[in-house]
Nanobody, 125 residues
Framework: HVQLVESGGGSAQPGGSLRLSCVAS????????MAWFRQVPGKQREGIASIDSVDDTIYADSVKGRFTVSRDISKNTLYLQMNSLKSDDAGMYYCAAHSTYVVSIQALRAGAYTYWGQGTQVTVS
């Protein structure tokens, strides 16, 4: 089983940037389908971005053009570069992984992923 640990959250001003990292252990992420989710109190976990084993990416409309998901196989790490931050981007960000391909229509749905990190908090103000 893969274990996921997120970091990089914190506080940023509107228009600023943050880069989140998700370090995986217990398995290589090379063949995993991975994603970032965001959750705010009282709301469901929202899919932000996903990346598959051939580095094809999918983004939520709300972050297209501002966020970039990537991974470094050599470091077994998933990243989320967040630019032009808005107040609506605030929340707890979770890294998620699934050991096989997730079809596009499911790629931003929390139920498609098996493994989750503990989250890292992002504040924009």
């Amino acid at each position: 089983h893969v274990q996921l640990v997120e970091s990089g959250g914190g506080s940023a001003q509107p228009g600023g940037s943050l880069r989140l990292s998700c370090v995986a252990s217990g398995a290589t992420i090379k063949h995993y389908h991975m994603a970032w989710f965001r959750q705010v109190p009282g709301k469901q976990r929202e899919g932000i971005a996903s990346i598959d084993s051939v580095d094809d990416t999918i983004y939520a409309d709300s972050v297209k053009g501002r966020f970039t998901v990537s991974r470094d196989i050599s470091k077994n790490t998933l990243y989320l570069q967040m630019n032009s931050l808005k107040s609506d981007d605030a929340g707890m960000y979770y890294c998620a992984a699934h050991s096989t391909y997730v079809v596009s229509i499911q790629a931003l749905r929390a139920g498609a992923y098996t493994y989750w990190g503990q989250g890292t908090q992002v504040t924009v103000s």
